[in-house]
């Protein structure tokens, strides 16, 4: 009788030990390896950081420096406190200048159509041979005085009943009158004594110089 033997038990399987001495030299000498190769990446890594924040900050050292001589730059620049100064009160004169002409003009210190109708009145109703020399305006257009020139004394007639017209002058009438002949200029005396004295020049025609002053309701009693 025969009998048969199954070999190929577990029991009967040849043992491995994974703690064997090679297998812990294979895994201590790979551990090794594997250490090295990241400390290697790691020691390149922090080189290249190491580098990237020495440039970073001569970069910055270099972005100080500029700012710095700019800045003594700007402040050599500097305008002197006079010049500022002078500036300031140029600036405030100009700003006062434009704030009277506007006042003026807008007529707010009392007459609504403003001094510049009474300007433009004075210009544009003038005749020939007849001039202003001079002339006061008060608040409002009230105290009024025109002083002035002419020839021919026709002339102030007709450029009262002109400015009549004026929209300006409407409602005044002019209470007083002064007018005065410009005397002649002297003869010249003589040179010697036995010169000829040289008569003055009579072609010419002598001006007038007149003054108008208009009434604002009733006239005033003069003063005893």
Do not use: C
């Not at 033997?5 to 551990?31: C, E, M, W």
């Not at 300031?88 to 704030?99: S, Y």
């Not at 007529?107 to 109703?125: C, D, I, K, T, Y």
């Not at 009024?144 to 002109?162: F, H, K, T, V, W």
């Amino acid at each position: 009788m025969s009998a048969q033997i199954n070999l190929y038990h577990p029991r009967f399987l040849k043992q491995r030990d994974p703690l064997s001495l090679g297998n812990v030299v294979l895994a201590v000498v790979a551990t090794y390896a594997i250490l090295a190769a990241a400390g290697g990446w790691a020691w390149q890594h922090a080189a290249t950081r190491q580098e990237a924040a020495t440039v970073a900050e001569a970069q910055l050292r270099s972005a100080k420096e500029r700012l710095e001589a700019e800045t003594r730059a700007a402040a050599a620049r500097k305008p002197s406190p006079q010049m500022l100064g002078e500036l300031e009160n140029a600036e405030g004169l100009l700003r006062r200048r434009v704030e009277i002409a506007s006042l003026l003009e807008s007529g707010a210190v009392g007459s609504m159509g403003g001094f510049a109708e009474f300007l433009r009145g004075f210009a544009r109703q003038a005749p020939e041979g007849l001039w202003l020399t001079g002339f006061k305006i008060g608040s409002g257009g009230n105290d009024m005085e025109i002083r002035g020139s002419m020839l021919n004394q026709a002339a102030l007639p007709d450029y009262i009943r002109r400015l009549g017209a004026e929209k300006a002058f409407q409602g005044r009438n002019f209470a007083a009158l002064t007018m005065n002949r410009v005397d002649p200029a002297p003869a010249v005396s003589p040179a010697g004594p036995g010169a000829a004295v040289a008569p003055a020049p009579t072609s010419a025609p002598r001006p007038i110089d007149f003054v108008l002053m208009p009434r604002q309701g009733e006239a005033k009693e003069p003063r005893q």
